[in-house]
């Protein structure tokens, strides 16, 4: 199984879905990341997401997370109460959607600026909309997914909430990126790995986070490999690669290089797990 993103091609990813789900069943992946409208306030309504729901089926492809939008006015840690309250039902239409098309985790972005302190009316904000979409999250069968960023900042919060709500999502690029917690690898190794529940896999120079293809950047692979194997995730290659970081002009050829390198690393994965790689 291989999960590939539905905005490969368009970052916005503020269009019509229906045929990058097509391009990407064709190439041969079993699975997407929901990764439409995650920059924004759309709300998703009843009838866009049956309609997802029966593309997907069209196409035989399952959903492994869905990225949630952190919003623009529906911002759901923003200081505002009202914006803060808009924003935490922007996320429980996230969930409730991850519940019909039948995955379990929402992945979110906390905000770039948040201090990692226990204090301020920034950190009451994040607890207050943690707490208020906890009975949501468990009554839908969903988990939070804290994208990394600030490895601080999430540990802290990892570790008031229980593992069966709130998890991280390991991205792999914002860890070997200088200006976000470049030292990833690292955090992840030092106790973090046991409460992987998404990964966004995909490379960088170490300096952009470029979303480029594995392999052709500065990412640690094999240790990532290894470190992902040993980790809580129990799901498939999930790549977060965009064709805009290549000079790859073709939907196609796209795919089926990501497709490659995605299966290369997912056989890595299994090696450390069978142990030839120890």
């Known amino acids: 199984m291989l999960s590939m993103t539905t905005d490969y091609a368009n970052v916005h990813a503020d269009d019509c879905p229906e045929p990058y789900l097509r391009h990407i069943a064709e190439a041969g992946y079993s699975h997407v990341h929901w990764c439409h409208q995650w920059l924004g306030d759309f709300v998703y309504s009843d009838a866009e997401i049956e309609q997802i729901g029966l593309w997907l089926k069209e196409f035989g492809l399952g959903v492994t997370d869905i990225h949630g939008s952190a919003g623009q006015q529906k911002a759901w840690m923003a200081l505002e109460e009202y914006r803060r309250l808009a924003g935490v039902e922007l996320v429980e239409n996230r969930i409730q959607m ?54 601080d900042l999430i540990e802290r919060l990892l570790g008031l909430y229980a593992e069966d709500y709130i998890g991280l999502c390991y991205d792999c690029g914002h860890g070997n990126h200088g200006n976000m917690s470049g030292s990833g ?3 992840l190794e030092a106790g973090m790995k046991d409460r992987v529940i ?34 809580s995730y129990r ?30 690393f997912a056989e890595m994965i299994a090696r450390c797990k069978s142990g030839e790689d120890s």
């Open 98 to 151: 991850a519940a019909r098309l039948g995955t379990d985790v929402v992945i979110m972005h906390l905000p770039p600026h948040m201090n990692a302190e226990e204090k301020g009316p920034q950190w009451d904000q994040a607890r207050k909309t943690l707490d208020e979409l906890e009975p949501c999250a468990r009554r839908c069968g969903v988990r939070i997914a804290l994208e990394n960023g600030d490895f």
């Open 185 to 187: 690898l690292d955090r």
């Open 198 to 231: 998404s990964v966004h896999l995909h490379d960088n120079d170490g300096v952009s986070d470029l979303h480029d293809i594995p392999f052709r950047g500065t990412v640690d692979w094999p240790r990532l490999a290894c470190l992902i194997a040993e980790s």
């Open 235 to 264: 799901k498939w290659v999930n790549l977060e690669t965009l064709m805009m970081s290549t000079d790859i002009e073709d939907e196609d050829e796209f795919l089926a290089l990501c497709y490659k390198a995605g299966t290369d």
